[in-house]
């Protein structure tokens, strides 16, 4: 599979699951854009990283649950390339609690940064992707389906992200522009290694029939996958990357 050429970008880069699709598709000799919000000098880390694998980054940082930032970031794309054939909507953010304590203001930074982003964003890139045709990704969770302790909020964001991808997926079909979506389970991160240290979640790995849990790389493997021309017939589809953990919920860990 070779990305030779192309143009990515990937929101929410700099750090964890992001930068690894963003490395694994530059890898496969893709340019791409970072984008951050708060974390500067990682994202500049990630480009730095980038470019050492031979390809161009550009480093952007916006606020995605602004739209008037998402604007920003595509009407520098459009000045500097002129044109999009990879969009991953990656960046997430969300309020942890019970549905029941969920606000109007939780509610409306979780969904801005992780669905209407993703909706906005994906307007915009299927513009500069007109006539060459393309592949937008968006990242979900298991939460989109299950019901996961204070994580009503987020799950429901992922939930619409994913119908998003089932719409976009038909209308954008006759512009040969692939859509779909990557749903993980707990992923290995930095973030989630902090939290099974101070116990307030549990190592799954024991219980996953895979032996091990998720770790960044393995959604970007499947992200780089659908990017390819191999999986052109994938459309509106969200393939899960679990180890097996949403099939065995039983399973007991040995
Ligand atoms: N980790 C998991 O267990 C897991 C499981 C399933 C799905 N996912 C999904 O995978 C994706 C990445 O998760 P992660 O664990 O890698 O997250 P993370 O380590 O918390 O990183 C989040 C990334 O999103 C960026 N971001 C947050 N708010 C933003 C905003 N308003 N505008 C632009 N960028 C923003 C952050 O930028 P800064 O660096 O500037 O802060 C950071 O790069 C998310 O969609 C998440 O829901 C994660």
Do not use: P, T
């Given at each position: 599979m070779s990305l030779q050429g192309k143009l990515a970008l990937v929101t929410?880069?700099?750090?964890?699951i992001g930068r690894a699709i963003a490395l694994t598709l530059a890898s496969q000799g893709a340019d791409i854009i970072v984008n951050f919000f708060r974390h500067r000098e990682s994202a500049e880390q990630t480009a730095r990283d980038i470019e050492a694998l031979g390809v161009k980054t550009e480093v952007i940082r916006a606020n995605v649950g602004d739209p008037a930032k998402i604007h920003e970031i595509f009407d520098i794309i459009a000045s500097k390339f002129?044109?999009?054939d990879i969009l991953i909507n990656n960046a997430a953010s969300g309020v942890g609690r019970p549905v029941l304590d969920v606000n109007v203001k939780a509610w409306d930074w979780t969904m801005d940064i992780n669905a209407k982003a993703a909706l906005l964003c994906s307007q915009q890139a299927a513009k500069l992707m007109e006539g060459r045709g393309g592949k937008i990704i968006s990242i979900s969770s298991l939460g989109s389906r299950f019901a996961l302790p204070d994580y009503s909020i987020v799950g429901i964001s992922k939930a619409a992200i994913e119908a998003v991808t089932r719409y976009l997926a038909i209308e954008l079909a006759p512009k040969n522009i692939c859509v779909n979506t990557v749903a993980a389970s707990a992923v290995e991160t930095e973030a989630l290694k902090f939290y099974i240290k101070e116990g307030l979640?549990?190592?799954t790995g024991r219980a996953t029939p895979a032996g091990r849990m998720v770790i960044p790389e393995d959604v970007a493997n499947v992200v780089a996958f659908l990017c390819s021309?191999?999986?052109?017939?994938?459309?509106g589809q969200t393939i899960i990357v679990d180890g097996g953990t949403s099939i065995a919920p039983f399973v007991i860990p040995k």
């Open positions: 929410g880069s700099g750090r964890g002129g044109y999009l979640i549990k190592d021309e191999e999986a052109f017939m994938i459309r």
